[in-house]
């Protein structure tokens, strides 16, 4: 993070500031392609290139002129107009023009006693007559570029649109470049917080005040919420050294509870005084079950072994080595398969192992004799994701909502088998520490219990 954390000094502006000044920037943009096209357009007209509007009546009437010392009709030279010599009967003779174009001509200049402002007769002796017409709009003096672009505005038009549309694309992708990367320091504050790497202050700059304010605010939350986890953590950490301490305390007695209960039953006692020593005896027995279930949470959140690289292959064979005397008891076929054995994962092995062997555990519980559990791991990056299914009854509606927290049983009246609902809370608790989860479901063949893991400590690694 630290590559984009800066303490880079921006003048800082409002939102309303930046959008008007954007604004202005477009229009000026705009501005600065229209004076351009214009300073060309006179450039042209200055050096001979482009001529002006009236160019093409100086020339009519300059030929008008000559024809005029001449007493007679000569074919004028070719210019930026055209001609129609008449006989004196009033058919065409001799024309610049042809077709459609000339017939267009003869139809606007018909009356010949008109005034019309690009078009003049000039009459001669013998009775003939001459039209000459042109038109008032810039052309190029070449006479390729000419035929090819009779009108110069229109050209220019089409070039200045054409221009301040891509001027437009081009700013606006800039634009959007700019507040896309200031943007992506509200998107990688809020992944920072969301990863719960709060050590790290939040300290870029986006020169926008709504923007920095975002980001002001957004690192109060971090402190905030640091605060609030480390709180959180220790009170945690204390409540399960009270429950380990608690839980060494209440061992002895209860030993001496059993071993007294043990020698009782031991002498030759009435039935009735036997009776009442078995239950005590068995009271004490599953109460050191609970002392031990309570120990097995706390050594769970203690924390006390270091996370290390193993193998998939060997997290595997230890729990097969756990589950499969089991399985046998059962009478219960304990079916493994690994993708990539050798795949390396960084965890907390015990206590990953402990996880999957409470699962493995209760899905041999409660599978039929003569079936099948399945005991499954996939890689899925760093991490991987463990699966057990077996062919039971699979879980409740309610186990589905509730297996995972501590002390919940599916059947709250059993007691007696050493069972207290911490196997899939155990298991939930461990797949947390490594920033994964626990997910239960069912099959059309049984339960089906999903744990991922990733990096060891990704959660808790922020901490203290």
Same mark, same amino acid.
């Given at each position: 993070?630290?590559?984009?954390?800066?303490?880079?000094?921006?003048?800082?502006?409002? #939102?309303?500031?930046?959008v008007?000044?954007?604004?202005?920037?477009?229009?000026?943009?705009a501005?600065?392609?229209?004076?351009?096209?214009?300073?060309?357009?006179?450039?042209?007209l200055?050096?001979?290139?482009?001529a002006?509007?009236?160019?093409?009546e100086?020339?009519?009437?300059?030929?008008?002129?000559?024809?005029?010392?001449?007493?007679?009709?000569?074919?004028?030279?070719?210019?930026?107009?055209?001609?129609?010599?008449?006989?004196?009967?009033g058919?065409?003779?001799?024309?610049?023009?042809?077709?459609?174009?000339?017939?267009?001509?003869?139809?606007?200049?018909?009356?010949?006693?008109?005034?019309?402002?690009?078009?003049?007769?000039?009459t001669?002796?013998?009775?003939?007559?001459?039209?000459?017409?042109?038109?008032?709009?810039?052309?190029?003096?070449?006479p390729?570029?000419?035929?090819?672009?009779?009108?110069?505005?229109?050209?220019?038009g089409?070039?200045?649109?054409?221009?301040?549309?891509?001027?437009?694309?081009?700013?606006?992708?800039?634009?959007?470049?700019?507040?896309r990367?200031?943007?992506?320091?509200?998107?990688?504050?809020s992944?920072?917080?969301?990863?719960?790497?709060?050590?790290q202050?939040?300290?870029?700059?986006?020169?926008?005040?709504?923007?920095?304010?975002? #980001?002001?605010?957004?690192?109060?939350?971090?402190?905030?919420?640091r605060?609030?986890?480390t709180?959180?953590?220790?009170?945690q950490q204390?409540?399960r050294?009270q429950?380990?301490?608690?839980?060494?305390?209440?061992?002895?007695p209860?030993?001496?509870i059993g071993?007294?209960a043990?020698?009782?039953?031991?002498?030759?006692?009435?039935?009735?005084?036997?009776?009442?020593v078995?239950?005590?005896?068995?009271?004490?027995?599953?109460?050191?079950?609970?002392?031990?279930?309570?120990?097995?949470?706390?050594?769970?959140?203690?924390?006390?072994?270091?996370?290390?690289?193993?193998?998939?292959e060997?997290?595997?064979?230890?729990c097969?080595?756990?589950?499969?005397? #089991?399985?046998?008891t059962?009478?219960?076929?304990?079916?493994?398969?690994?993708?990539?054995?050798?795949?390396?994962?960084?965890?907390?092995?015990?206590?990953?192992?402990?996880?999957l062997?409470?699962?493995?555990?209760?899905?041999?519980?409660?599978?039929?004799?003569?079936?099948?559990?399945?005991?499954q791991v996939?890689?899925?990056?760093?991490?991987?994701?463990?699966?057990?299914?077996?062919e039971?009854?699979?879980?409740?509606?309610?186990?589905?909502?509730?297996?995972?927290?501590?002390?919940?049983?599916?059947?709250?009246?059993?007691?007696?088998?050493?069972?207290?609902?911490?196997?899939?809370?155990?298991a939930?608790?461990?797949?947390?520490?490594?920033?994964?989860?626990?997910?239960?479901?069912?099959?059309?063949?049984?339960?089906?219990?999903?744990?991922?893991?990733?990096?060891?400590?990704?959660?808790?690694?922020?901490?203290?």
């Amino acid at each position: 993070m630290g590559d984009w954390i800066s303490v880079e000094k921006r003048v800082k502006i409002g #939102l309303q500031t930046y959008v008007t000044r954007s604004l202005l920037l477009l229009m000026l943009g705009a501005g600065v392609i229209l004076a351009l096209w214009v300073v060309l357009f006179i450039i042209g007209l200055s050096t001979g290139f482009i001529a002006q509007a009236n160019a093409g009546e100086t020339q009519a009437r300059a030929a008008m002129d000559d024809l005029r010392l001449q007493g007679r009709f000569t074919p004028p030279p070719a210019g930026l107009y055209d001609y129609v010599y008449f006989t004196p009967d009033g058919s065409v003779a001799q024309s610049s023009l042809t077709g459609e174009a000339l017939a267009q001509q003869l139809a606007r200049y018909g009356d010949r006693d008109a005034v019309y402002y690009t078009g003049t007769y000039l009459t001669f002796d013998d009775g003939s007559s001459c039209l000459f017409c042109w038109e008032y709009h810039a052309s190029f003096i070449n006479p390729t570029l000419q035929r090819w672009f009779p009108r110069v505005e229109v050209l220019l038009g089409v070039a200045i649109f054409i221009s301040l549309v891509v001027f437009f694309l081009w700013y606006v992708r800039a634009l959007s470049r700019q507040l896309r990367g200031r943007l992506a320091m509200l998107n990688r504050a809020s992944e920072q917080i969301t990863a719960q790497q709060l050590d790290q202050p939040i300290e870029a700059q986006a020169g926008i005040r709504e923007f920095d304010e975002s #980001l002001q605010s957004m690192d109060v939350m971090r402190v905030a919420l640091r605060q609030s986890l480390t709180e959180q953590w220790r009170a945690q950490q204390q409540r399960r050294q009270q429950i380990a301490a608690l839980a060494h305390d209440i061992k002895t007695p209860l030993t001496v509870i059993g071993g007294n209960a043990e020698l009782l039953l031991e002498e030759e006692l009435p039935p009735q005084q036997h009776r009442m020593v078995q239950s005590i005896n068995t009271a004490a027995e599953h109460t050191r079950q609970y002392v031990e279930a309570l120990q097995q949470i706390s050594a769970n959140a203690q924390g006390g072994e270091a996370p290390r690289q193993v193998t998939i292959e060997y997290i595997m064979r230890e729990c097969s080595a756990v589950l499969a005397p #089991l399985a046998a008891t059962k009478q219960v076929r304990l079916a493994i398969k690994v993708q990539n054995p050798a795949q390396q994962l960084q965890v907390y092995p015990m206590m990953l192992m402990r996880a999957l062997e409470n699962i493995g555990q209760n899905a041999i519980r409660f599978a039929p004799p003569d079936s099948t559990v399945q005991l499954q791991v996939v890689q899925k990056g760093k991490g991987a994701v463990f699966t057990v299914q077996d062919e039971g009854p699979g879980f409740s509606s309610r186990a589905l909502l509730h297996a995972t927290e501590l002390f919940w049983q599916q059947d709250e009246s059993r007691t007696g088998t050493g069972h207290y609902g911490l196997g899939l809370a155990v298991a939930a608790e461990v797949a947390h520490a490594h920033g994964g989860g626990v997910q239960l479901q069912n099959t059309d063949k049984g339960a089906k219990v999903t744990l991922t893991v990733n990096a060891a400590g990704q959660m808790q690694g922020q901490l203290p």
